[in-house]
């Protein structure tokens, strides 16, 4: 195989599990926010699709996480809109 890119920070597994915990969940978080994702409204929160304006295919996730501590700060941790920024969060990773 060739490696076409690599992730900077953290592994896609490691930040489901890292935002799972901002948003209250135990580890590993991961399963548990996709699940959580499953019940979010697509399109209240929209995050940033990480480093797709930059030549090469290496990825970042710690800018996904840091937008999911701002959400969870701005409009609170009630359930739904857990669900829905954990919607956004992983629709962002799988985009990515």
Do not use: W
Not at 13 to 36: C, H, N, V, W
Not at 65 to 90: H, L, M, P, V
């Amino acid at each position: 195989y060739e490696l076409l890119g690599e992730s900077i920070d953290d592994a896609a597994g490691e930040a489901f599990d890292k935002t799972a915990k901002l948003l209250g969940r135990d580890y590993p978080g991961g399963p548990m926010l996709s699940k959580m994702a499953s019940q979010g409204t697509e399109g209240r929160f929209v995050f940033p699709r990480p480093m797709t304006d930059r030549p090469g295919l290496d990825f970042s996730f710690s800018g996904l996480k840091t937008f999911a501590a701002n959400a969870i700060r701005s409009n609170g941790d009630d359930e739904q809109t857990c669900a829905d920024i954990a919607r956004a969060f992983e629709d962002a990773v799988v985009d990515t």
